[in-house]
Each structure stands twice: as structure tokens, then as C-alpha cells.
């Protein structure tokens, strides 16, 4: 809950959350586990991954769930994927060889075209030699919420509600089957009982 608030604590936290993606590419290089930074040995760590998601630990999952809150459910209502869409659009990242985000069917597209039309990135400009790129691109629409149009809503509601009569009708019927006794199940063919 603290997270997803964008006007109070969600605030402090999302700001925290920056600072610590910032570190993650910004910082000087370094191999140690508990320094924030690229890597200095780019021969056995290849990859800077920037994390800029919520961090979850056990509490934090137990909180969520008496909450009736999911991940993606957080991730959407903080509005953290559009935050980090924009530091990447404004280059506020020096080295970025992964971004890994949480619920990337919501501006995941919009950070992908982001990354891609960084300066070295992108194709040369029709017009002259010089590359269109980072903030002389427009930065691309986001959108803010991911729900399903009442129509599949509807549907949805519609095929789980058949499903559950069905699976209860089985079950109502295995246990009429159940309670009836024990009955002679053995076939006759030609007579004979099998």
C-alpha cells in the first residue's frame, strides 16, 4: 500500500526506487555483490541488469495478499513502469544492458522503443546524415491502466460461471454414485456375466 500511493509515501518510496536504479548504472563499475553499479569485468559479468521494479521479500508478499493485492495490481497503481520509461527517455541511465520490469504488458513496448531509439541505436534520418535519436524522438504514449473492456469482463464472467455449474454438477452426481452402495457394476455379454 505504501508503494502504490503516488501522492504520500508512494512518493519517498518511488524516489528511492530511482536512486537506487540510478546507482545500478551510474555508479562506478564494480564486481562486488553489495555495490550498486555496472560491472568492472565485462568479460565475466557481460550484462549490467537494472532492476527497476518493487522489491519483494516474505512480509512484503504476506502484506499483499491480506490486501487482496497482486503484483501486477501494485505495479499498475504506483505507475512504476512509467516512471522508468520516462528516466530511460530523459537519459538519466549511463549503462543499461538489461531493464527488467515487472508487468511489461503495461509500457513495456514504450520502454522497449525508448532503448532501441537511444543515440547508436536507431537508422539515419531521410532527411540528413545525422541520426534521429534519444530526445529528439517524441517519447512514445503510455498507457496507465491495463483493464479489460466491460465486453470480456462480461465474457469472462460468463465462461468461469458455465465452468463452475459444470464441475458442480460432476461432483453432485459422483456423489449421488457415491452414497448409493455398493452395486453390482458387472456387465452381461451373450449372457454371461463378465
Not at 524516489?15 to 546507482?23: D, G, I, P
Not at 532503448?115 to 547508436?120: A, H
Request: with cysteine.
Amino acid at each position: 500500500m505504501l508503494c502504490t500511493d503516488t501522492k504520500n509515501t508512494g512518493k519517498f518510496k518511488l524516489n528511492a526506487l530511482q536512486s537506487y536504479v540510478k546507482a545500478s548504472a551510474n555508479n562506478e563499475p564494480s564486481d562486488y555483490a553489495n555495490d550498486l553499479g555496472p560491472p568492472d569485468d565485462d568479460l565475466y559479468y557481460p550484462f549490467n541488469q537494472i532492476q527497476g521494479f518493487w522489491q519483494v521479500d516474505a512480509t512484503s508478499v504476506q502484506v499483499g495478499l491480506l490486501h487482496a493485492s497482486t503484483l501486477l495490481d501494485d505495479n499498475r497503481m504506483s505507475k512504476v513502469n512509467r516512471e522508468m520509461v520516462k528516466m530511460a527517455y530523459h537519459e538519466e541511465f549511463d549503462s543499461i544492458s538489461v531493464f527488467a520490469m515487472d508487468n511489461v504488458a503495461l509500457n513495456g513496448l514504450a520502454m522497449f522503443s525508448v532503448l532501441r531509439n537511444q543515440c547508436g541505436q536507431s537508422t539515419m534520418d531521410s532527411d540528413d546524415d545525422t541520426p534521429a535519436c534519444g530526445q529528439d524522438l517524441i517519447m512514445p504514449q503510455m498507457t496507465s491502466s491495463q483493464h479489460l473492456p466491460v465486453f470480456w469482463n462480461i465474457v469472462l464472467f460468463l465462461v468461469y460461471g458455465s465452468l463452475l455449474v459444470i464441475v458442480a454438477t460432476m461432483l453432485y452426481q459422483a456423489f449421488k454414485l457415491r452414497n448409493r452402495g455398493s452395486q453390482d457394476h458387472r456387465v452381461t455379454c451373450n449372457g454371461q456375466l463378465i
